[in-house]
Structure formats: C-alpha cells, structure tokens
C-alpha cells in the first residue's frame, strides 16, 4: 500500500491511508473478540470486523488495479477502437 499510495498522486494516497487506518481499526477491534472467540462465547460484530477488513483490502486492490489500467494506457471508452 506504500508504494502504491506513493506512485499514484494525492487523491490514491489519500485513499490509501484512510483504507491502511480502517483495515487497522476494524483488525484491532476483531482481534479484541480473540479470547471470547477461542472460548466460544458470544462475539457480536465480530464477523463484522472482520468483513470490513478484508472487504476495505479488496476495494484497495480493486482501485489499485483501475489506476494502473489508466496509468497503462490500454483503459479505451466504450465504443472506441484500439
């Protein structure tokens, strides 16, 4: 994320970071639910933490990929020949 936040101007680093903050947030928070998780108790929101984590990641990578398909030059509009 690093590296991508610093190769892709201000509006991704931006993003970047408020994706790195939240991945760290909704972790921290799942990873507090750890040991009432290993003693099968009740871990509400925990699965929602969870989700938002990896979901976050995966819209990261998501963008990540759309900018590099730009930055490439190959991302043609509809209707336009190569």
Known sequence: MGFGAAAFGKGFRRFSVASLVTMLVTGGLGATQAGD?????????????ERTSIGVYLLWMSVLAVVLLRASGHAQPRGQAA
């Open 37 to 49: 998780l290993g003693a099968n108790k009740p871990t509400p929101w925990g699965g929602v933490y």
